[in-house]
């Protein structure tokens, strides 16, 4: 019988530690505290490390992390309703929602077709056009979204920079200046990451973290996130509930000490990939010399995707789409007006995600090359 190589089977992914998951939530279930507990202080202070910043606080989920930083900007007066805010046209719709979620506009940037990152250079053109008064670059797929040009046109411009962390906890980016790297998440002004269940660091659940070095922002999103109050039954915004549980915290703080081994697993299939897939058909994605990328994703891109994915599903390799409609093209953006965005939407048409979570070997990635350098 030949090998099936699943694109994504949470269970085999967790099973290495299926007995540490099991103890913590034991643990948890024995503590008989469900919130605003040690797990959930602990993770936060973990995260924070992990990220390079003073602050974290962790929420619900990733796009409550969004959406939390946005609105804290607003109730401290550093962004107005209807401000423009530069977005990534190919994101996950989450990051688009975040910002017009909040009646602020959200103004779609074409990615560069090798990073598939906001371009930045783009970017200029839209901040000055629209006088945006923030920018979310969204390290997608795992590659850290950050350049030199970014950071100079945030300065030029005095735009808050708020990074989409969802996909990339663990990655490191080059920066100018510091002769090394600093961690997503510590990037910009504030950052959202997800901790949703197929993320390198998945939750088994829903949950995600706000990180930040600013202390006012981050005690705005705490307090935000608690009902609007800053103490018990004291409320100075008209807040949301996005806390995060105490088992879901738990589970974040085992997996958290395996995050390295996970980051360092993604890096050998990627490289694995990038030497053995030679079809010309197949563009791999870009590897960048002095940046960390974690390989939420490994994005090739084939013209006759359709026709490729039913070879990749005939030989038992199972592909997914990140992701097939771009934001602007949602239903829900009809009415939302927007420059044209080429590259986001030849992306959308040609993207195609090959399996790189456990258990997926660096054999099983040669494999898989090897299949896909067959594909005529
Ligand atoms: C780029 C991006 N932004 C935001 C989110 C939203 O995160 P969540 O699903 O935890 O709300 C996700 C993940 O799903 C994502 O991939």
């Known amino acids: 019988m030949t090998k ?9 992914a967790n099973a290495p530690i299926e007995q540490e998951l099991k103890q913590a939530a034991i643990d948890v279930i ?18 924070a490390t992990l990220c390079g910043t003073q602050h974290c606080v962790a929420v619900s989920n990733g796009l409550d992390a969004l959406r ?64 945006a008064k923030a920018i979310m670059p969204v390290h997608l797929y795992g590659t850290p979204c950050w350049d030199q040009t970014l950071v100079e046109l945030a300065h030029n411009h005095g735009l808050i920079i708020i990074e989409d962390n969802a996909q990339a ?27 949703y269940p197929t993320k390198n660091l998945g939750a088994l659940g829903d949950a995600g973290a706000v990180t930040t070095c600013d202390e006012t922002l981050a005690s705005t999103v705490r307090a935000l996130a608690n009902y609007g109050s ?62 960390t990328q974690v390989w939420h994703q490994y994005v090739i891109c084939v013209k006759e995707r359709d026709r490729f994915r039913s070879y990749m599903e005939e030989h038992g390799i199972g592909t ?21 965005l080429p590259v986001t939407e030849t992306l959308a048409s040609q993207v195609v995600s090959l399996p790189i979570a456990h258990p997926i070997t660096t054999d099983d990635a040669r494999h898989i090359a090897h299949i896909i350098n067959a594909f005529r």
């Open 4 to 12: 099936k190589y699943p694109f994504l089977d949470l269970k085999q």
């Open 68 to 131: 939390l930083i946005l609105r804290a900007y607003k109730e401290l007066g550093r962004l107005h309703e209807g401000d423009a805010v530069i977005v990534p046209g190919n994101t996950f719709v989450a990051s688009v929602l975040a910002v017009s979620d909040n009646g602020l506009r959200p103004i779609m940037c074409d990615p560069r077709s090798d990073t598939m990152n906001l371009d930045s250079n783009a970017a200029v053109r839209l901040v000055e056009r629209h006088h």
């Open 320 to 340: 997914d789409i990140h992701y097939a409609t771009p934001p602007h093209m949602q239903p829900c953006y009809k009415n939302l007006a927007s420059e044209p």
């Open 230 to 291: 800053d103490r018990r039954y004291h409320n100075v915004y008209q807040g949301l509930n996005c806390r995060i549980d105490e088992l879901q915290a738990a589970m974040l703080r085992v997996k958290l000490r395996h995050i390295s081994a996970e980051t360092e697993r993604r890096n050998h299939i990627a490289a694995t990939y990038r030497d053995a897939i030679t079809n010309p058909v197949v563009t791999t994605p870009a590897m960048f010399e002095g940046t």
């Open 169 to 195: 906890i663990g990655a490191m980016a080059a920066v100018t200046g510091l002769n090394g790297t600093r961690a997503t998440g510590g990037l910009g002004h504030a950052a959202g990451i997800s901790f």
């Open 30 to 47: 024995s503590s008989g505290r469900y919130l605003h507990g040690e797990q959930t202080a602990m993770l936060e202070q973990e995260i």
